[in-house]
Antibody
Framework: QITLKESGPTLVKPTQTLTLTCTFS??????????VGWIRQPPGKALEWLAL???????RYSPSLKSRLTITKDTSKNQVVLTMTNMDPVDTATYYC????????????WGQGTMVTVSS | QSALTQPASVSGSPGQSITISCTGT?????????VSWYQQHPGKAPKLMIY???NRPSGVSNRFSGSKSGNTASLTISGLQAEDEADYYC??????????FGGGTKLTVL
């Protein structure tokens, strides 16, 4: 059974760097085809794809946020970490991590999400 | 890359069928068979309903079906039920090697 859980601060100040950790079980990020992604959703708004890391350490980023995002993995700890620099109140959102299907680009299993508020 | 275009809302009565459209460009929806659909109930994480345009994950009702024509993908829900009331999002792989979501559609079951 695949599960994912996000963790990190619930409140960050403007200009600070956000670090979120996705801890997963039920699969290995060293298995060919596997990927873990991050998606966010501001309150009352649509989903926004942020970044994805593949089993072979290939990384993809949203073009609009690429300069601010870094995604890394620790296969031994079954964790994926997303950092976002220079946080702004518009970055207030629920942040989800999700397991990517080995084929195609769909997320079949999602974490519960973690709400991050950016405020001074 | 702009978000995919979905109607803000659709509605239908129990037992009816509804279709939600998702319009993109030849650089995303029209160029790849990697369109997915997600259902999201209030306060919950999204749930994958359709992947690769028309494939249903195990456990998803066969009342949900997907299709694509040109730059527009569609999600059809037949035999509408009260529990189908939710927000629905489409997504597509893009030529820039990332994924774009639609703006979401609120489905109301009358």
């Amino acid at each position: 059974q695949i599960t994912l859980k996000e963790s990190g601060p619930t409140l960050v100040k403007p200009t600070q760097t956000l670090t979120l950790t996705c801890t997963f079980s039920g699969f290995s990020l060293s298995t060919s085809g596997v990927g873990v992604g991050w998606i966010r959703q501001p309150p009352g708004k649509a989903l926004e794809w942020l970044a994805l890391i593949y089993w072979d350490d290939d990384k993809r980023y949203s073009p609009s946020l690429k300069s601010r995002l870094t995604i890394t993995k620790d296969t031994s700890k079954n964790q994926v970490v997303l950092t976002m620099t220079n946080m702004d109140p518009v970055d207030t959102a629920t942040y989800y991590c999700a397991h990517r299907l080995p084929v195609g680009d769909a997320f079949d299993i999602w974490g519960q999400g973690t709400m991050v508020t950016v405020s001074s | 890359q702009s978000a995919l275009t979905q109607p803000a809302s659709v509605s239908g009565s129990p037992g009816q069928s509804i279709t939600i459209s998702c319009t993109g460009t030849s650089s995303d929806v029209g160029g790849y068979n990697y369109v997915s659909w997600y259902q999201q109930h209030p306060g919950k994480a999204p749930k994958l309903m359709i992947y690769d345009v028309s494939n249903r994950p195990s456990g998803v009702s066969n009342r949900f079906s997907g299709s694509k024509s040109g730059n527009t993908a569609s999600l059809t829900i037949s035999g509408l039920q009260a529990e189908d009331e939710a927000d629905y999002y489409c997504s597509s792989y893009t030529s820039s090697s990332f994924v774009v979501f639609g703006g979401g559609t609120k489905l109301t079951v009358l």
